[in-house]
């Protein structure tokens, strides 16, 4: 099975940009399964409902989220209407939506799930323990599964893999929007990587216009941001997993 992780949708340009590629990528790339973070989709914030709908429409198989998720009040009926659109699982019981999903990804049961790290980041229940109970819950409802850790810091991330190694195919940082190189296969068979990197403008500074962060940093002014014009790039990883093996066997970054 392959799965493709795309990072951080910046903006809704690049969100219909993706969403517009989409199936000519899933073909090129033999893919099976593709898991979008959308955190950002709405411009920093988001997605707006509409942009999530781009994105699902246009082949995505699965939303994750972030800090910024529930920023977008208009997404909450998405969240609780559409299994496909995840927030952290490791907010409080009573926000909307779930922070897991169990979905078909080629005939088999693919348990996504996204939390939020705390490191550097605001408070939020642990993420691990977050997790292991997911696991617990839905022993035995699951072939396969995956994580989307969108967490600021490298080392909780890493931290994650190692915790889960084994137990999960594959875990993979969000939130920086810098891809990272350290792709690999932990010592269990998860496929791990510590930042995907993310899915907007090229020539931008995390998806936001250059020159206008450039001009906050210099002098300090306020200014509001603007996403950045100009060509899409998306940043994303492929984990190839043996099914009957439950391991990764490949993990390669692409730029597409
Ligand atoms: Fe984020």
Known sequence: MRILAIGDVTDPRAASEL?????????????DFVAVNAENAGFIVGPDPEVAQTLLDGGVDVLTGGNHTLQKKGLFSLLDGDRRVLRPANYPPEVPGAGYAILDAKGYRLLVMNAVGRVEMEPSDCPFRAVDKILDREEGNYDLAMLDFHAEASGEKMAMGYYLDGRVQAVYGTHTHVPTADEQILPHGTGYITDIGYCGPRDSILGISTEVVLHRYLTHLPERFVPAEGEIRIEGVVFTLDESARRCTKVERVVL
């Open 19 to 31: 969403a517009s590629r989409l199936w000519e990528i899933r073909r090129s790339l033999s893919l």
